[in-house]
């Protein structure tokens, strides 16, 4: 097989040749016939993450290895399987949506089909080789999903964005429709989580982004009300827009800067669930948190259950789409960059030859 593969931090991803894995056991082998290039991609590449203060955690530290095939947003085709995957299911060209956040396959977390929560994470493209490849090996069949009628490109990126965002509301809800619920990000995720509230059937969704353009793309996804964050007073505004201080929140970026806003913006018995991976801290004024009774929540993609559900919710085009660019697997390093300078909206998708 060929992978796209980071072969060092910060250095372009090259062209290399893997020996193509042999399922045994469970395991599922497929051809990737779609990619999507998420913004957790680059901090993998870049080889860690800011922790403010507290310095930078190393990906080499959380065992990531290289080379690496990265892209967890992965759709492909059987090709063959393991011994033990037989009688449930496969054959040979179907088409699947592959769940990347795996674990160790044995744990009571594993088991409950909470993958994502394991302490051994293996995610595919993170701790093992992803879609960023023309083949990928699924460990379980429990782990493919029939994409049902949902465009392929678009349903590579609910195995990220859609479930993280999908996640991320189950989080932050309950809410009433017309009650204000508040996305920071406009980008992928911010956009992903606009299209499936709309097909909740919420009305109020205030967006927030720094940038003009990713507003005005939040707008046309259903967003009912936008807010500039690049002004100051973000907090101040954002409260003023929701007609007082707010009940739920979803930080997208989770940077240093709009933790805080996000964080001045709730109301007594507030909820805010952390989900982006900027970076940085935010200090807490404890009494505040305790008087406030506020709860502050990190949600970390999704499980299984949470992409089957969200997987049927799209089905008949109930979730819109969100803009899509479409690229080819071998252009990965040129549309990482793209993302990295803040250029796309929406997703790039790279898609396989003859796919
Ligand atoms: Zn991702
Ligand atoms: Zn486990």
Known sequence: MRAWAVIAPKQPLQEIELPTPEPVGKQVLLEVTHAGVCHSDIHIWEGEYDLGSRGVMKLSDRGVKLPLAMGHEI????????????GQGLAVGQTR????????????RCKAEDDNMCVQGKALGVFQNGGYATHV???????????????PALAATYACSGITVYSAINKA??????????????GGLGLQAVAILRAMGH???VSVDVSADKLAA?????ASDTLDASQPDVAKRLMALCGGPVEAIIDLVNGSATARFCFDALVKGGRLIQVGLFGGELAVPLPIMAQKALTLRGSYVGS?????ALVGLAQGGRVAG????????????????????GQVTGRIVLVAEGA
């Open 97 to 108: 949506i592959v769940f990347p956040w795996v674990g160790c396959g044995s744990c009571a």
């Open 173 to 186: 809800m309950p809410l009433e429709p017309d009650q204000p619920i508040v996305l920071v990000g406009a």
């Open 218 to 222: 939040a707008t046309t996804a259903g």
């Open 75 to 86: 759709v492909g085709r059987v090709v063959k399987w393991g011994p033990e995957a037989e």
């Open 203 to 205: 009305r109020r969704i």
């Open 137 to 151: 090996l699924a460990p379980e069949p429990r782990h493919l999903v029939d994409p049902g009628d949902i465009d």
């Open 322 to 341: 969100i803009p899509i660019t479409r690229d080819r697997l071998p252009n990965a390093d040129a549309a990482l960059q793209r993302l990295r300078a």
């Open 304 to 308: 299984p259950k949470e992409l089957c």
